[in-house]
DNA sequence: TGGGGTTAT
DNA sequence: ATAACCC
């Protein structure tokens, strides 16, 4: 019923051999957890919705990449920067003082040893970060993705598999490693208004007025949390699958020309696109994301998005045309509208976000473009991800 | 505070 | 379109 939580084993990543002894150890530690003490915490009875979930948190994930990349970085304090910040570090680092997001100032002079990368290129570590969610996905396709360097596996049926095999006696040696997973420090907006409620422990939440809660919190939210405080939590692992949208930002001290703002498009632009033609389905919706100076709001942004017209979608991946001028003209409206660059303005931040994607694959679309737009039958981006219309039967459409 | 992501309203 | 949440 509880998701179980094992501590990071291993950093992940590594290099393939070390990652993938590491995952199949995950199993094991299922098996252990339901068929010793863990189990009368974890499934208080055998019905059938008890499950047993691991939970992979990987740590200082960013500094691994990194480390791996360039293995004479793995014996010195390593930091990964973005912009002014620290964002994570390895543990030498750590055991110096750097904490993670920690100003580049305050980590130097902790710290001034410190070896800084650029991490502002997510590019490697979304690449290593979906390897290994594929390896987890070997166990068990049930696997539910939280940011780039944590996964819950769903591993109840492996589990049981497994000890349908083991001897009694065997069963009896198996040892556990994992702890009940019931930590939880609730978002910063809840926590103010529990604060405000007079709740400031899980003690408090769990004694609380459900009634009082729900009122204050909507039913949804309330019902959760207060299960969560006592350790419950029975939510589904939903896996993930591919992404749902591609983003790319950057954040900088001062734009405030149109100039200057569709430069910044551009650049952003020009990385999402490879990205899109890579993953082979294709977006219907485009967003631009803006931050404003001033405003001082800690969660000051606005957007607009539209569809993405049909001619430009078919450009999309091939790769030949000028996909660039289209686009470019349509997140230039959108940021007119949402800018008035007539008046002074001032941005810090720039998102180009592509979003409502599509397998083109699949259903009557392909058939349609076929008849519509040859050219598509002679696009040449990846390869693995061209189809051949020619041979496809009426049968296969609904 | 970065550069991402998700779901709910 | 925004707001909240997660890392």
Redesign the pocket.
């Known amino acids: 019923m509880e998701k179980l939580g094992v501590e990071p084993e291993e950093e992940g990543g590594g290099d393939e051999g070390d990652t993938e002894a590491w995952a199949m150890e995950l199993a094991d530690v299922g098996a252990a957890a339901s068929s010793q003490g863990v189990r009368d915490q974890v499934l208080p009875t055998r019905n059938s919705s008890s499950r047993v979930i691991v939970h992979v948190?990987l740590d200082c994930f960013y500094a691994q990449v990194e480390m791996i990349s360039n293995p004479e970085l793995k014996d010195k304090p390593l930091g990964v920067q973005?912009?002014?910040?620290v964002?994570?570090c390895n543990y030498e680092a750590r055991k110096l003082g750097v904490k993670k997001?920690m100003?580049v100032r305050d980590a130097k002079e902790k710290c001034p040893q410190l070896v800084l990368v650029n991490?502002?290129?997510?590019t490697r570590y979304?690449e290593m970060s979906y390897k290994v969610t594929e390896l987890l996905e070997e166990f068990s396709p049930v696997v539910e993705?939280?940011?780039?360097?944590?996964n819950f596996v769903d591993l109840t049926e492996m589990v049981e598999k497994r000890l349908q095999q083991l001897q009694s006696d065997e069963l009896s040696a198996v040892t556990v490693s994992g702890h009940v997973y019931n930590n939880?420090?609730?978002?910063?907006?809840?926590?103010?208004c529990l604060e405000a409620l007079g709740i400031n422990s899980v003690h408090d939440l769990q004694t609380f007025s459900s009634k009082i809660l729900e009122k204050e919190l909507?039913i949804?939210?309330a019902q959760r949390i207060q299960k969560l405080s006592f350790g419950e939590d029975n939510s589904p692992v939903?896996p993930?699958g591919p992404?749902?949208?591609?983003?790319?930002?950057?954040?900088f001290k001062k734009c405030s020309s149109e100039v200057e703002a569709k430069n910044k498009i551009e650049e952003?632009l020009a990385?999402l696109l490879n990205?899109v033609c890579q993953d082979g389905r294709k977006p219907h919706t485009v967003?631009l994301i803006i931050r404003r100076y001033s405003s001082?709001k800690?969660?000051?942004?606005?957007?607009?998005?539209?569809p993405i017209p049909s001619h430009v979608i078919q450009k999309l991946g091939t790769g030949n045309y000028d996909v660039m001028t289209p686009m470019v003209d349509i997140l230039m409206k959108l940021f007119r509208?949402?800018v008035n660059v007539k008046m002074p303005f001032h941005l810090?931040?720039l998102?180009v976000?592509f979003?409502n994607l599509k397998a083109v694959n699949t259903a009557k679309r392909g058939l349609i473009d076929y008849y519509l737009t040859p050219s598509l039958s002679t696009t040449s981006c990846s390869g693995k991800h061209s189809f051949k219309m020619k041979d496809t039967h009426m049968e296969d459409f609904p």
């Open positions: 948190d973005q912009k002014y910040l964002v994570t997001l100003n991490g502002e290129d997510l979304r993705r939280l940011g780039f360097d944590e939880q420090c609730i978002g910063y907006k809840t926590a103010k909507g949804s939210l939903i993930s992404p749902q949208s591609f983003s790319e930002e950057d954040s952003l990385s990205r967003r001082e800690h969660y000051g942004r606005e957007s607009r998005q539209c509208n949402m810090t931040l998102s976000c979003c």
